[in-house]
């Protein structure tokens, strides 16, 4: 490689492929550098350095002081730019290559199913491959070599042997993309998508929401006869989509999330995002779905945890709870012959030694425990600080229910 050959190769190299020429001049010099310390005769103590002249592209090495002359370096000096350079060319594609489908990330991208390796499926994208991994494949689906196929991209890493690139199709958000792409009004921000729940190959519920109220959220999704949802289907091999309105109000949210299931009355925890649903006993296996599958996606799609009883179930349920009631507020504390009836302190962790020991420090109802304070209660012998904080915050927790 002529010394003007080899800087015109670099100046192309910043123009084509972004790369800095001061760098790569760097990275020239140290190749050659430790390739004539490695092949050439040198003291092994001598530094070997190399200096790249920028203007004309011509190589000198040093060992110390002394300038390295003659033929056996200009060969090692040519052969190794070229590696050098080569190798720069190839990290650049490389580089290229992950800088665009890292871009592409959360997107839906095609490619034709090239080979299969360990269950996962390798796609060519013509650039570069990228693979689906089995557990992000639909069970219901079946490819062959050749077939065109979409995918969500998930996520994309570098590697020394060029980027890596995983698909996948079981994703919720490989759904959400195929929604945007075929229905405008998703695409265009008018209509939005809430949330989606997805049991990979039988079912999806996707929760949409209109911001303009002259356009109906599920009619612009199922489209005309049914034409824009049916194309989603379609691509998903047939798995099911349930497309609910999304609600502000929770109750009908919830209500909208168990369809087709009529519900008669909700009960909600709001601080812990439990929901109470009761039906009519022909309504619970339908609410429940197959496997339970209804009730577990319409939790999801909701963020609360739906717990769904007959009128018979909750009925008994509620008088098991009112027997546990009863008897939890009798307590029998023979050491003095006391008893407390209604007391309500059904502490973890406080025996009866214990809380007879409050109630002599005038500890007695809830609300004067919760109002304690730590020093207050370790006073009473055998109550550490630790003890004393977890019952406070038990005391305190009880008196919210």
Same mark, same amino acid.
């Given at each position: ?11 192309? *190299? ?24 490695? *092949? ?25 002081? !002394? ?14 730019? $070229? ?20 871009? @592409?990330? %959360?997107?839906?991208?095609? %490619? ?29 689906? =079946?490819?062959?070599?050749?077939? @065109? ?44 998508? $809430? ?29 005309? @006869? ?11 091999? /047939? ?28 009960? *909600?925890?709001?601080?812990? $995002? ?21 009730? @577990? ?28 009631? =009863? ?23 406080? /025996?009866?030694?214990?809380?007879? !020991? ?24 055998? *109550? ?8 406070? !915050? ?8």
């Amino acid at each position: 490689m002529e010394s003007s050959e080899l800087l015109t190769i670099l100046e192309q *190299l910043e123009r084509d492929k972004g790369i800095n020429k001061d760098v790569l001049i760097k990275a020239v010099e140290a190749a050659v550098a430790s390739a004539a310390k490695k *092949l050439l005769t040198v003291g092994k103590d001598d530094e070997v350095r190399v200096v790249l002249d920028p203007k004309s592209g011509q190589l000198k090495a040093f060992a110390g002081t !002394e300038e390295i002359r003659g033929s056996e370096f200009g060969r090692i000096a040519a052969q190794t730019a $070229k590696q050098v350079v080569v190798q720069k060319i190839r990290e650049a594609e490389k580089d290229v290559v992950f800088e665009e489908f890292n871009a @592409r990330m %959360g997107q839906i991208i095609s %490619g034709g199913v090239y080979r299969f390796e360990k269950g996962n499926i390798i796609i060519d994208l013509g650039k570069t491959e990228a693979y689906v991994p089995k557990k992000e494949q639909s069970p219901k689906e =079946d490819f062959k070599q050749g077939d @065109r196929i979409r995918a969500y991209v998930m996520d994309v890493r570098r590697d020394t042997k060029g980027p890596v690139i995983i698909l996948s199709r079981a994703h919720p958000n490989f759904v959400r993309r195929l929604f945007e792409l075929e229905v405008p009004e998703i695409y265009e921000g008018i209509v939005e998508i $809430k949330s989606i729940s997805r049991d990979v190959g039988e079912r999806t519920k996707i929760a949409v929401f209109s911001k303009d109220d002259k356009i109906d959220c599920v009619g612009a999704c199922v489209g005309m @006869r049914g034409s824009r949802v049916k194309n989603i289907v379609s691509e998903i091999q /047939g798995e099911k989509i349930d497309i609910v309105r999304y609600a502000d109000d929770i109750k009908e949210y919830i209500q909208a999330a168990l369809s087709p299931a009529e519900i008669s009355q909700i009960q *909600l925890n709001y601080e812990d $995002k439990k929901a109470n649903i009761i039906v009519n006993d022909d309504q619970l296996s339908l609410a429940i779905g197959k496997h339970g599958q209804n009730v @577990r996606l319409a939790s999801q799609l909701v963020g609360w945890e739906l717990d769904l009883y007959s009128f018979d179930q909750w009925k008994q349920l509620q008088e098991e709870l009112q027997k546990d009631s =009863d008897s939890s507020t009798k307590l029998n504390i023979s050491d003095d012959k006391i008893k407390a009836e209604g007391t309500g302190l059904n502490l973890s962790g406080v /025996g009866d030694k214990l809380l007879l !020991e409050l109630r002599k420090a005038g500890f007695d109802t809830l609300e004067k425990i919760a109002g304690a304070s730590i020093d207050d209660l370790t006073q009473i012998k055998g *109550l550490g600080k630790i003890k004393a904080n977890k019952i406070i !915050e038990e005391a305190s927790a009880k008196l919210k229910e």
